[in-house]
């Protein structure tokens, strides 16, 4: 029997990173619903736009032109052919389509951004978005064309023509196989019995002015470097205990001492996953070593230091996915509407950059632990891991994988957030790159989950290599995970299969070891 839908109710304050992610697998699992004071608050909103336009008062985007166009006055005769065009003439992105859950994100941001009450929309534009994302009706957006400024004009603007009839649409794979494709959104609609929306004063602005493609790129990959993190701890334990080296440095009182909180809580963690092994208990007397390689003894340093960077965003993160981010701003209580630039994702394009950088540090460190596994003269094992080296020569190019990857990942780390190019005839002359910095963030992930899982896969042939000594209880479940799905290798064979599948262990968050 399928399980009943999770009810998510957004209010415009209250969204959580975990649930933007559940909302991003789709399934069904979760159906969203705006709650009745959020509709309330967008209601008083709307009444506040329709009196403004009454009065003949001057409001941006809505009696107006847009961007260098601010000085153009628009008839109200033409107010809902300005919304229409802007959504027409802002769908400029290309590239890649985002993938479906990247898709579903923007849309629940976007209703959630909505639903805080400052924006000026009607509740029923609000109301097919949340359609949209029940019914798995998802735009087709491309990749491309966002600097983040005036929000993620491009990408947002893809997004909300299908709610005119317009644009495309995403048709999902089937059980066939095969990568979504667009279909016109028009026809599609007409297919799902929904009549295309009308949009008025405001409505178009509304929809675009936002940070929501960056923000929600983000969130993704977020959560999967917090995941990957979590399971490089877990590699970094195993290779110390096939290395047979010492958890000393690791002691409470040493982090006391220097008290990051990213730190202290890498030393418990390391101090937990290593508690109870019996390969620890075989060396701990008459072992001369009295230190061990910064890549090993240094791991709540610079785990530590990620854990830090990754507090940081999800603050970001947290504080974006509940934000008011279009622009005018409409305030009922003091009947004011207000241009400004919340839009702007400076915040959100820096987080994103420090993200891709700590990944990338972290990914250095487990590449050189790699090396010490691998290399004969500094580990005591088998060279590069192999029953039989020479004949045979086990991992030696899992090293170079990683290298490669580890290369790219350092090009990624270049900060896309301090190229601002001046854009819009020089009205947004500041701009945040944040959609740059997102693409990245989630390419920069997926290299890194994969440097952790080859990090996991020779931790795991080195602990093979000290039987019968086994390792502590965490890491012995961890251990027994990755062998359920990989080989101890006794012969060469192809390491990519092997990669792939502690990789999607990673992803899945299957090797935290929590």
Same mark, same amino acid.
Do not use: W
């Given at each position: ?23 991003? +697998? ?38 107006t032109g847009f961007g260098r166009l601010a ?13 229409? &065009? ?34 000026? $929309? ?18 087709? $957006? ?6 983040? @400024? ?11 023509l299908p709610l005119m009839g317009e644009g ?57 470097? +917090? ?69 090993? +003894? ?31 701003? $409409? ?10 630039? &919340?839009?702007? @994702? ?14 990338? =540090? ?14 004969? =003269? ?17 991992y030696m190019i899992l090293q170079v994988t990683?290298? =490669? ?40 992930? =997926? ?60 992803? &899945? ?6």
């Amino acid at each position: 029997m399928p399980e009943d839908p999770i009810e998510l109710v957004l209010d415009g304050h209250a969204l959580t990173l975990e649930q933007v992610e559940a909302v991003s +697998r789709g399934g069904g699992m979760v159906r969203v619903r705006v709650g009745e004071a959020a509709m309330h608050a967008v209601r008083r909103s709307r009444e506040l736009v329709v009196r403004k336009v009454a009065s003949g008062e001057v409001v941006y985007g809505v009696t107006t032109g847009f961007g260098r166009l601010a000085e153009v006055a628009i008839s109200p005769g033409d107010q809902v052919a300005l919304q229409r &065009n802007l959504l027409r003439s802002h769908a400029a992105g290309t590239g890649t389509l985002l993938p479906p859950e990247a898709v579903r994100v923007m849309l629940v941001l976007r209703a959630n951004a909505l639903a805080r009450g400052h924006s000026g $929309i009607r509740t029923e534009v609000l109301e097919r978005l949340v359609e949209f994302l029940n019914r798995d009706l998802l735009p087709a $957006i491309p990749e491309a064309g966002s600097v983040g @400024a005036s929000g993620d004009l491009a990408p947002l603007a893809h997004m909300a023509l299908p709610l005119m009839g317009e644009g495309a649409f995403l048709r999902l794979p089937d059980a066939e196989g095969g990568g979504a494709t667009a279909v016109d959104a028009g026809p599609f609609l007409e297919k799902e019995g929904l009549d295309p929306l009308v949009l008025e004063a405001k409505e178009g602005l509304a929809l675009i002015n936002g940070t929501q493609a960056t923000t929600g790129l983000g969130i993704l990959a977020f959560m999967r470097a +917090r995941r990957a993190l979590e399971s490089l701890e877990v590699a970094g334990a195993m290779t110390l205990e096939a290395l047979r080296g010492t958890p000393e440095a690791f002691r409470a009182e040493v982090h006391a001492a220097r008290p990051h909180p990213g730190q202290v809580e890498s030393a418990r963690r390391l101090r937990d996953l290593l508690q109870g092994s019996e390969i620890r208990e075989s060396h701990r007397h008459g072992d001369l070593r009295v230190q061990d390689a910064y890549s090993l +003894r240094c791991m709540p340093q610079v785990h530590g230091a990620g854990r830090s960077v990754l507090g940081y965003v999800e603050e970001v993160l947290a504080r974006e996915a509940n934000a008011a981010t279009d622009n005018p701003l $409409i305030f009922p209580d003091a009947e004011l509407v207000v241009s400004a630039g &919340n839009f702007h @994702a400076q915040v959100v394009s820096q987080a994103l950059d420090f993200l891709c950088i700590a990944m990338t =540090d972290l990914a250095s460190v487990s590449e050189r632990r790699l090396e010490r596994l691998l290399n004969p =003269d500094l580990s005591g094992l088998p060279a590069f891991l192999t029953p039989h080296p020479g004949l045979c020569s086990g991992y030696m190019i899992l090293q170079v994988t990683v290298v =490669d990857l580890l290369a790219e990942m350092r090009v990624l780390a270049h900060p896309a957030s301090v190229d601002s190019v001046s854009t819009s005839a020089s009205q947004e002359d500041h701009v945040s790159m944040g959609m740059a910095a997102a693409r990245k963030a989630l390419r920069s992930v =997926d290299l890194f989950e994969r440097v952790v899982a080859a990090e996991l896969l020779a931790a795991a042939q080195g602990i093979d290599f000290r039987r019968p000594l086994r390792t502590s209880a965490p890491l012995e479940r961890i251990h027994a995970r990755i062998r359920d799905r990989v080989a101890r290798l006794e012969e060469d064979r192809p390491p990519a299969p092997d990669l792939e599948a502690v990789r999607m262990l990673v992803t &899945n968050g299957l090797t935290t070891g929590l």
